[in-house]
């Protein structure tokens, strides 16, 4: 049984999500509870908009990483996805993390079972294990450093040419960053099924209805949509693009939360998500996980901190250093 599912049935047994919260004002509230308890949120570009506009540090996995490692919070709040809250407790073993909702998970840190994966590893014993930050703890103990889709491409440039590779979980930005790197590395075959949503036909078609629109893609979608973008980059990398590259018209094909912040940071150009193969209420892509989170939930797991997120000693040792081997690259 993997951390995660310990930790959802020790949950089962907290009745504090049915607590009624009429006519709390979340807002309000839970600034009050960030100044009582010494707390700082956390918060990624997917969440809904009300959380990215309330937390304390908002941006890619990269950043809330490197910023979880600075904090000097008593309680870290991580409005994201499981494997994050993880990180964060990893680099905090002695603080207390809570995540608004346990079972906000990840497609793609699930696409990686830990026994499969050390297998997979125990086959190929002189490689250097790369494995993206999303994934599991205990994946991220089996690996030799962890990245993110913002510095993946400078990790795998810092290692000797004939050194040979695994990266994992994310078959889609393997076979991307291959490609940019001229490097052969063995893959895993995971991929996140939100980034895997993108329709290449509908996607032609609004580029049509739209000529002038840049394609802007994220390094996890599949091979057939990079090789349609203009420019392919990290959440954080494509926010960047759309405030300095000259264009009026951009097609984001990423999770939708990131319009949200591109819309704030470019009031004068105009944003289009990229469609999904089976329309949804948006016709965009979702991450299911990340809008688990709700304000109500961000104002109780603070008001009683939960749920918490906890990891056997062993494993927090053994998957610090190739968080810290990441962080040591500038």
Request: proline content about 5%; some cysteine; aromatic content about 6%.
């Amino acid at each position: 049984m993997n951390t995660l599912e310990v930790a959802k049935e020790k949950l089962e047994d907290v009745g504090y999500l049915n607590v009624p919260t009429q006519g709390v004002n979340y807002v309000e509230a839970i600034k009050k509870l960030k100044k009582e308890k010494n707390a700082v949120i956390l918060a990624h570009y997917y969440q809904d908009p009300e959380i990215q506009d309330i937390a304390d540090y908002l941006g890619d996995s990269l950043y809330l990483a490197q910023r979880a490692e600075e904090t000097d919070a008593d309680m870290i709040v991580f409005a994201g996805v499981h494997f994050m809250g993880e990180t964060a407790k990893i680099l905090n073993p002695d603080k207390k993390v809570v995540l608004p909702d346990l079972h906000a998970g990840c497609s793609l840190s699930d696409s990686c079972p830990p026994q499969d994966f050390a297998q997979f590893v125990a086959q190929h014993p002189d490689h250097y294990v790369i494995s993206y930050i999303n994934c599991s703890a205990e994946v991220k103990a089996l690996s030799d450093i962890i990245c993110t889709s913002s510095n993946a491409l400078k990790i795998i440039n810092s290692l000797p040419k004939d050194q040979k590779i695994i990266f994992a979980p994310d078959k889609n930005l393997g076979s991307f960053l291959m490609k940019e790197t001229g490097r052969e590395m063995v893959l895993w075959e995971g991929a996140c099924l939100v980034h895997e949503a993108f329709s290449i036909e509908k996607l032609l078609e609004l580029a049509k209805e739209h000529p002038k629109a840049k394609i802007i893609a994220h390094p996890e979608s599949q091979a057939h949509i990079l090789k349609a973008a203009h420019f392919v980059g990290s959440t954080s990398a494509l926010l960047q693009f759309v405030q300095d590259d000259v264009s009026e018209e951009f097609i984001v094909a990423t999770e939708h939360g990131i319009i949200h912040q591109m819309n704030k940071k470019v009031t004068n150009k105009k944003l289009i998500p990229a469609p999904i193969q089976q329309d949804n209420t948006c016709a965009c892509s979702e991450c299911a996980f990340m809008k688990m989170n709700t304000m109500q939930k961000l104002y109780l797991c603070m008001q009683y901190e939960l749920p918490e997120i906890t990891l056997p000693e062993n494993l927090l040792k053994g998957s610090l250093a190739p968080i810290q081997r990441m962080l040591e690259i500038k």
